[in-house]
């Protein structure tokens, strides 16, 4: 995974839809899991028929869940754009 427990993350709260495109990194609550924050990346935007725009996000990790599992999600599910990153410290020996 690109980001590791104990990682600190600054992000754009909220995102502009401006700055969303693919490849950015983004924090997401969705919809049926109100409270529950997701990191993941965006694969691919989508404008709808109905004039709703749609996200395509991918993990980062193999293992994760995202929008192979999940489908694709609306872009007000977006709460976040992340813009760095700072590793957490090593415990020297």
């Not at 693919?22 to 997701?38: F, S």
């Not at 709703?52 to 754009?81: C, F, K």
């Amino acid at each position: 995974p690109t980001y590791s427990q104990g990682d600190w993350l600054l992000g754009v709260w909220p995102a502009s839809l401006k700055t969303l495109r693919p490849g950015a990194v983004v924090v997401v609550e969705r919809t049926d899991q109100p409270g529950i924050l997701y990191v993941k990346r965006i694969s691919e935007i989508a404008e709808r028929a109905n004039g709703s725009i749609e996200i395509y996000l991918l993990s980062d990790n193999p293992r994760g869940n995202d929008s192979r599992q999940w489908g694709w999600l609306p872009i007000s599910d977006v709460r976040a754009r992340i813009l760095i990153r700072t590793r957490r410290a090593r415990k020297s020996s």
